[in-house]
């Protein structure tokens, strides 16, 4: 259990996002301890993905604070916030299609500087994902929904990520994927590696986690253990399907 003085991993104060005139998120505060799962939930249009991308340095905060590892962030370019340990899977998971399995790995690691690193994660990686090892020189685009999504997970791996950023994980994956790809996911974390997890499927993203942040309407709404939310008759009547 950590000790209450424990600054957090990543703390978000008052971070408020653009779309140009469109203002997405609205002065959020959120906290990620390291070790942590923790969920990001919310309808279509909430404001999710937007707060990864202002976490992930790929959009800039109009206001607030992003502290990361005990530091202010949300100023420094992406590959700054990479080489720190900050990786991405983002929704749609950005791979380059043409390109091979192998080259899209390697691209993972491109703020790192020691190959020998390097090669030792992507055996590691290789073994976390064996669907991924047998396609190393198939073309990205020609592999199945679920082994994509795979791969974009095994592509921020070997960043070395201590935390990783995950967008909308089971989105078009057939029901027994995403059981496996979940598996996966609760594997890295147990190796140590703290997740800020979005996804649809509230059940399973509080089946993960310890603690959870509803997001409606750029606001954060409602936040609490995995426990707590999975009680609330809110949550449970508009995100877990219940009447
Ligand atoms: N590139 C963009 N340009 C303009 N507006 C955008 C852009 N991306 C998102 N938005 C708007 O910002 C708001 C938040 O979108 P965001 O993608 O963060 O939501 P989300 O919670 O991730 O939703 P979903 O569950 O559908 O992925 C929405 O109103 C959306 O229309
Ligand atoms: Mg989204």
């Not at 957090?8 to 301890?33: E, F, K, M, N, S």
């Not at 900050?86 to 703020?111: D, H, K, Q, S």
């Not at 790192?112 to 990686?125: G, I, K, S």
């Not at 309407?217 to 008759?233: F, K, M, Q, V, Y």
């Amino acid at each position: 259990m950590r000790a209450e003085h424990v600054p957090p991993l990543l703390a978000l104060a008052g971070v408020t996002v653009d779309h140009g005139a469109l203002r997405a998120v609205h002065g959020i505060d959120l906290a990620l301890h390291e070790g942590e799962v923790v969920s990001l939930i919310g309808a279509n249009g909430a404001g999710k993905s937007t707060t990864l991308a202002a976490i992930a340095g790929v959009l800039p905060v109009a206001d607030g604070e992003i502290r990361y590892a005990g530091e202010a962030i949300h100023l420094l370019p992406t590959h700054q916030r990479v080489r720190r340990g900050l990786a991405l899977v983002p929704e749609g998971r950005g791979l380059f299609a043409r390109l091979t399995v192998a080259e899209n790995l390697r691209l993972g690691a491109y703020t790192r500087d020691n190959p020998q690193a390097v090669a030792e994660d992507l055996e590691r990686v290789l073994a976390l994902l064996p669907r991924i090892r047998e396609r190393l020189h198939q073309q990205a685009g020609t592999l199945s929904g679920g082994e994509q999504q795979m791969l974009a997970i095994g592509r921020a791996l070997l960043a070395r990520p201590r935390l990783l950023l995950l967008d909308e994980p089971s989105m078009g994956l057939a029901p027994r994927l995403v059981d496996a790809l979940f598996d996966t996911i609760a594997t890295i974390a147990r190796e140590g590696v703290s997740i800020l997890l979005v996804e649809q499927n509230a059940a399973l993203a509080l089946e993960l986690s310890q603690r959870a942040y509803v997001m409606a309407n750029g606001l954060i709404t409602l936040s609490g253990t995995a426990a707590e939310l999975r009680d609330d008759p809110a949550v449970r009547h508009a995100y877990l399907g219940e009447v």
